[in-house]
């Protein structure tokens, strides 16, 4: 088992900045994917970004790219995803999940998952 914690998010106005941590415990493993998806009210889950978990590959949804960075940190055991330029269109709940495909651009293709943290941005 895996266990996910997310923690960073907020309400924030258009154009500024927040980063969301995840840290991983549990049976983690350097074979497992970290990815970040969200959630609008009404929508569905959407994959925003991953990352390999023991390399340096990364893969961003077209509608974050630029603007979204995701980057860990192996000896914390946490992934990070510094959202910059942040626009009303990004508000969702966002969530942190653990794969073992690279790139998984849906739900199905992750194993574990954390409970999300709130992201507000406001006019």
């Known amino acids: 088992q895996v266990q996910l914690v997310e923690s960073g998010g907020g309400l924030v106005q258009a154009g500024e900045s927040l980063r969301l941590s995840c840290v991983a415990s549990?049976?983690?493993?350097?074979?497992?994917?970290m990815a970040w998806f969200r959630q609008a009210p009404g929508k569905e889950r959407e994959f925003v970004a991953a990352?390999?978990?023991?390399?340096?590959?990364?893969y961003t949804a077209d509608s974050v790219k630029g603007r979204f960075t995701i980057s860990r940190d192996n000896a914390e055991n946490t992934v990070f995803l510094q959202m910059n330029s942040l626009k009303l269109g990004d508000t969702a709940v966002y969530y942190c999940?653990?794969?073992?495909?690279?790139?998984?651009?849906?739900?199905?293709?992750?194993?574990?998952w954390g409970q999300g943290t709130q992201v507000t941005v406001s006019s």
């Open positions: 999940a653990a794969g073992v495909f690279f790139v998984g651009l849906t739900t199905d293709k992750y194993d574990y």
């Open positions: 549990g049976r983690t493993s350097s074979r497992y994917i």
């Open positions: 990352i390999k978990w023991s390399g340096d590959s990364t």
